[in-house]
């Protein structure tokens, strides 16, 4: 049974830093990832990882946010520095499978003073 378990949302100020963690379990995974949405919007793309490290970032959270991954656990990270109102939403994890793709159930992070 697969399952994603995400973990590291909450409050933070400005300016703040959070990180996130999803650790996948269940099956072999490929690519991994974050994605969030804010209420009344799409979900978007933060940042992925390939099983090999490539990085790929969304434009605005570039130089601001690293994801890093450890192999070994299928677990991924998100640090997410410099924090800004704007980056308040729900994100998600998202891992690639042999057959498909699976989504973790979402942890919220706000950024408010």
């Known amino acids: 049974q697969v399952q994603l378990v995400e973990s590291g949302g909450g409050l933070v100020q400005p300016g703040g830093s959070l990180k996130l963690s999803c650790a996948a379990s269940g099956s072999i995974f490929y690519d991994m990832g974050w994605y969030r949405q804010a209420p009344g919007k799409q979900r978007d793309l933060v940042a992925t990882?390939?099983?090999?490290?490539?990085?790929n970032y969304a434009d605005s959270v570039k130089d601001r946010f690293s994801i890093s991954r450890d192999g070994a656990k299928d677990t991924i990270y998100l640090q997410m520095n410099s924090l800004k109102p704007e980056d308040t939403a729900v994100y998600y994890c998202k891992a690639s499978g042999t057959l498909r793709e699976y989504w973790g159930q979402g942890t919220q992070v706000t950024v408010s003073s």
């Open positions: 990882i390939t099983r090999r490290g490539t990085t």
